[in-house]
């Protein structure tokens, strides 16, 4: 038996909602036991954390790989060590690839190529849709037995509410998630900001914060229809928190989440039209920011994600309206959830809840905390050093972060995945 030793840890326990010293044992792959005070004698590895945090491995949902179709932005190696950098251990990919993960076979080709080149554990999420172009719904039980672990047409939402409640009533009787984005399209198509006083003195076609809470509204209503299970992807409005909150306290099946920019920028951030902040949904007003963030507090919003979407330099250095959308995030998405923690607004268990424990969770994984039995996915890291982001320092191929030269504070130290190093900070 293979025994490690983490000692001298500050350990981040999401499901106990503690941070406390102690030592973590890890046996063969899984966490064996943890404790606090002096290490059991025996002849086993030991690594020194030097008092730093060792905290669940994050599962990042959500996480776009470009292959296939454009491995020149992102492949399942460079996106595998970003993650490993960035103290993600799981990722959960999307199937907005050319072509579309929408049939067994395409399935499986990804699957290969995430076995052969990511050091990290690669989940993925296939169309609910063929080509995710909401007319026919694929063959979701076929693509589960293919490995599928959920099912989404990411940010082509399903127009059509017939085809959509049909997916649904068909993926609860398969026992499956599906992962939608709330909006209404009609109101949404070609927005590059959210509506106001700041997207109209700049001229940029707008959406009202209000496409969101209508677009959640509709798929509610199917929910309480077809009792499926359900993931809204990304809440970034306050107008949405209500509808959301009845949701669960009527018992339906649904979890929601938000992304790491959502949380930490606002529609300013734009001002001088930096593509780089160009997000889908648009980045929202100062009050919306606040208020997702007591939605994560709280635990209304489950979880936090870094929605990785790597473009190459052609797709953004364009005027802003016809820019793409999308930042990478995946080495980003912990440091800039740090400052939610240095600004005392969310403590590390609260972080980790919703960035380990809550996506394992609705995902039905054994990971995301400090448990024995749990596998040994975890990340070591020092949240207090400073360091200034240079994007051209990233393991993503595509370098598109709107955190470029920003200072930031906290780093991993080293990421394990079922107990063996990935990721060293050097």
């Known amino acids: 038996m293979t025994t490690h030793f983490f000692i001298n840890a500050r350990l981040i326990d999401p499901e106990a909602g503690t941070e406390a010293p102690g030592w973590l044992q890890v046996a063969d792959g899984r966490i064996a036991a943890k404790g606090d005070g002096t290490v059991p004698v025996g002849d086993h590895k030991v690594i020194d954390c030097q008092g730093h945090c060792l905290a669940p491995g994050i599962v990042d949902i959500g996480v776009k790989v470009c292959e296939p179709g454009e491995r020149h932005k992102e492949s399942y190696k460079s996106a595998g060590l970003a993650a490993a950098a960035g103290g993600v251990t799981t990722m959960v990919t999307r199937p907005d690839t050319l072509p579309a993960v929408d049939t067994p076979e395409t399935l499986e080709f990804a699957t290969r190529r995430a076995q052969a080149d990511a050091p990290v554990n ?8 063929k080509g995710r172009e ?13 490995g599928a672990v959920a099912f989404t047409d990411c940010d082509h939402v399903v127009s059509n509410t017939k085809v959509f409640s049909r997916a649904l009533t068909y ?15 009609g109101l949404s198509a070609g927005a590059a900001a959210t509506s106001g006083k700041f997207a109209a003195l700049r001229g940029l076609p707008a959406v009202s914060p209000m496409a969101e809470r209508m677009g959640l509204d509709r798929d509610i209503a199917l929910l309480e229809m077809t009792g499926a299970a359900y993931h ?15 949701a669960k306290r009527n018992g339906l099946d649904i979890t929601s989440g938000t992304s790491i920019h ?12 930096r593509t780089f902040f160009k997000v889908k949904p648009p980045l929202r007003s100062e009050d919306d920011r606040q208020a997702v963030i007591e939605a ?5 919003i489950d ?14 250095r364009l005027p802003f309206e ?14 800039a959830a740090l400052r939610l923690y240095h600004a005392e607004q969310l403590d590390l268990p609260t972080l980790f809840r919703a960035m380990a424990l809550n996506p394992a969770n609705r995902l039905g994984l054994e990971s995301g905390r400090l448990t024995a039995g749990a596998p040994a996915d975890l990340v070591v890291f020092d949240p207090d050093v400073p360091f200034v982001l240079d994007r051209f320092a990233l393991k993503s191929k595509s370098q598109n972060t709107p955190f470029d030269g920003q200072r930031m504070q906290g780093k991993v130290t080293a990421t394990y995945v079922a107990g063996n190093e990935v990721y060293r900070r050097t």
């Open 262 to 273: 959502h949380l930490m920028l606002n529609e300013l951030d734009v001002a001088d039209y």
């Open 303 to 316: 979880t936090i994600s870094s929605m990785h979407t790597p473009q190459d330099e052609e797709s953004k």
């Open 232 to 246: 809204a992807d990304q809440i970034t409005t306050a107008r949405a928190l209500p509808a959301l909150e009845r």
């Open 296 to 300: 994560v507090r709280t635990g209304l």
């Open 171 to 185: 993926a609860r009787s398969c026992g499956a998630l599906v992962i939608a984005h709330p909006q209404d399209p």
């Open 122 to 129: 690669v989940l993925p999420m296939a169309a609910l849709t």
């Open 134 to 146: 909401g007319r026919e719904m694929t063959e979701i039980g076929f693509l589960m037995d293919a």
């Open 322 to 335: 016809e820019a793409a959308s999308g930042a990478v995030a995946l080495e980003t998405l912990l440091p």
